[in-house]
């Protein structure tokens, strides 16, 4: 139900940041996604939550150790985008 409400509010507001913006006319142009601030936030807020790509392959290049693991050079790692939106640590900077 949380959820439900600040997409209300998040879509007023982008309604709002439009209508000031664009005006009455029915497109956006090129000029005026600069002066769209809010929703270049939400479009990069939704894509970081839910990232259009559920992994992403790599291959290390050198030995390296992760969590006391060794991980020799050339193996080939998968990284759960996903679940890096949402890990949390208080040794973490924080975001602005």
């Not at 709002?16 to 005026?32: A, C, F, K, P, Q």
């Not at 050198?62 to 060794?70: A, M, P, Y």
Request: charged share 20%; with cysteine.
């Amino acid at each position: 139900m949380f959820l439900f409400f600040i997409v209300i509010f998040s879509l007023c507001r982008l309604v709002n940041e439009v209508d000031e913006v664009v005006g009455h006319r029915h497109y956006i142009t090129s000029d005026d996604l600069p002066k769209l601030t809010y929703m270049s936030q939400l479009i990069k807020e939704t894509l970081r939550l839910y990232p259009p790509a559920s992994s992403i392959g790599r291959k290390t290049r050198d030995e390296c150790v992760l969590d006391g693991h060794v991980i020799p050079a050339g193996t080939n790692i998968m990284v759960m985008s996903l679940s890096c939106s949402f890990i949390w640590s208080p040794d973490m900077p924080q975001r602005n």
